[in-house]
């Protein structure tokens, strides 16, 4: 009888009879399972020889101990601790014929592989086997590599290499089992009094699984098993299907289903979600236009670097603007978010420079994606091209100040705004076309009109050029019909005087 006498499988107990066998290891297959992640898949066995109960280790990665001793091959008299991992198994010898179950102190029959006989151990009786017509074969086993489980006629005989094995002559089938090889089924012909038999096994093509996950420590399930914790590299893992499953005290759990291919590796990087995240998500879905919980889990996103993830909350929070739904009142403190995010508030320090600009880039691409989507909504120009101004990308803020311009061609502010992106870029060519290409549709606009002279006037003194102060001085002219305020009338005469107009 096997107990196993710690962790949360103590109590859980196998029996081995005479003249059976029994696999002990971590897969579902073995006789008794020992959910222990320094188990090997088919750890060892213990099988009846003429010795008595052997056990084997088989090829296990960490190894088998008895009795504290690392053990290959070892005999089993009873009373001795088997641990595999820091899983400890009592093996006991026990006696069920016609008793209650206790300590065996005398002797042990145990099967001898003499077909239909038993041998006398320590003074216990013998019944001695008819023999057969025939005199059985003795047989050799063997197999490349060795240590495998042999079963002849479905009863275990042993490891490789098995000798001496006496069988009758005949056919006899032959079951060959190793871990991380394939099974080998077939049958032996014995004809002759001496037959020895050599298999080369197959090996199953595994595949690897390496794991990486933020934070570190992260404790890994594979098949309901505990594998250990992140980073980590399994081995030796059978192709097709598992169930992982990722667990941190500080994370949302994670799991999902993970295809294992043979002979390759897989390797995942996996973020947990900070708890702290999944409350906001949660509240998102209770009241997904509350703008007031999309800032916050912006914030919580990207202080984790998970970046894609925020992007796609930051394209809801921003068509909830667009599309005037909020319901929180939230905006001024989203706009300081995107602020601290893209840099411009230095109290949020989330990373080095590169970093930065991956968050810079999600802003970017999200923001250009909005406009995509809601080009009637000005804002969105306005507040990109400020951001695309303060990170130094002027050209991206030209061009995104003319696309409004052409968006909005009636609309005077944002005429004058994208205009003033030019002056300020020292491109004043482009501003006075930009206004020119406004002045049809807002003649009777003073600011239109008034700056387009000023612009021309600009132009003339800087260049001489004689038809730009010819066009300062009648746009500046036209202006002066437009407005009542005196003050912008006397400065527009001062600059008409000052260019000779």
């Known amino acids: 009888m096997l107990t196993i006498v710690n962790g949360h499988q103590k109590g859980r107990t196998a029996t081995i009879a005479l003249g059976q066998s029994l696999t002990i290891g971590r897969a579902v297959g073995n006789e008794l399972v020992v959910l222990d992640s320094k188990a090997s898949r088919s750890h060892c066995s213990i099988v009846t020889t003429p010795e008595g109960f052997v056990l084997t280790d088989l090829n296990s990665t960490n190894g088998t101990t008895v009795n504290g001793v690392r053990a290959t091959r070892v005999l089993l008299r009873g009373g001795e601790t088997i641990q595999i991992g820091s899983t400890r198994i009592l093996f006991e010898v026990v006696e069920t014929k016609g008793r209650k179950s206790g300590r065996v102190t005398a002797a042990l029959a145990i099967f001898c592989g003499v077909a239909g006989g038993l041998a006398l151990v320590g003074g216990v009786g013998l019944v001695a086997a008819t023999r057969a017509a025939n005199r059985p074969a003795v047989i050799t086993i063997n197999s490349a590599p060795s240590g495998a489980l042999v079963s002849v006629d479905n009863r275990l005989v042993g490891t490789t290499p098995v000798r001496a094995l006496q069988l009758p002559k005949g056919t006899h089938s032959v079951r060959i089992e190793r871990a991380s090889y394939q099974r080998v089924l077939t049958q032996l012909d014995v004809k002759n009094p001496r037959e020895d038999f050599s298999f080369k096994l197959q090996p199953i093509h595994r595949g690897i699984l390496k794991l990486d996950a933020e934070p570190a420590g992260v404790r890994v399930y594979l098949d309901g098993l505990d594998m250990g914790r992140t980073p980590l590299v399994l081995r030796d893992i059978s192709p097709g299907q598992h169930v992982l499953k990722l667990d941190h005290p500080e994370r949302v759990p994670y799991e999902e289903k993970i295809t294992v291919k043979p002979n390759e590796e897989t390797s995942l990087s996996i973020k947990l979600l900070p708890k702290s995240a999944a409350f906001y998500q949660n509240a998102i879905k209770k009241e997904p236009n509350n703008l007031s919980y999309h800032s916050e889990l912006l914030s919580i996103l990207v202080i984790d670097h998970r970046f894609d993830e925020a992007g796609r909350y930051l394209a809801k929070a921003l068509d909830i603007v667009a599309t005037g739904r909020d319901t ?51 804002e969105f120009y306005n507040w990109l091209a400020g951001l695309y101004q303060f990170s130094g990308k002027l050209d991206k803020a030209l061009v995104l100040a003319r696309r409004a311009s052409q968006a909005f061609p009636a609309n005077p502010e944002v005429q004058l705004q994208a205009a003033n992106f030019f002056v300020a870029a020292g491109r004043l060519t482009d501003a006075i076309q930009i206004l020119g290409a406004a002045y049809p549709r807002l003649t009777s606009n003073f600011s239109i009109v008034n700056t387009l002279g000023q612009f021309y006037a600009r132009s003339y003194q800087e260049t001489k050029d004689q038809k730009a102060r010819e066009l300062a001085v009648k746009y500046l002219n036209e202006s002066l019909a437009l407005t009542q305020d005196a003050g912008a009338k006397a400065a527009t005469q001062a600059k008409i005087k000052e260019i000779g107009g």
């Open 328 to 378: 929180s009142g939230y905006f001024p403190r989203f706009k300081w978010t995107i602020d601290k995010i893209y840099g411009r508030d230095p109290l949020l320090n989330y990373g080095d420079a590169a970093t930065v600009e991956r968050a810079r880039n999600m802003v970017n691409e999200t923001f250009e994606a909005a406009i995509d989507r809601h080009p009637g909504y000005y």
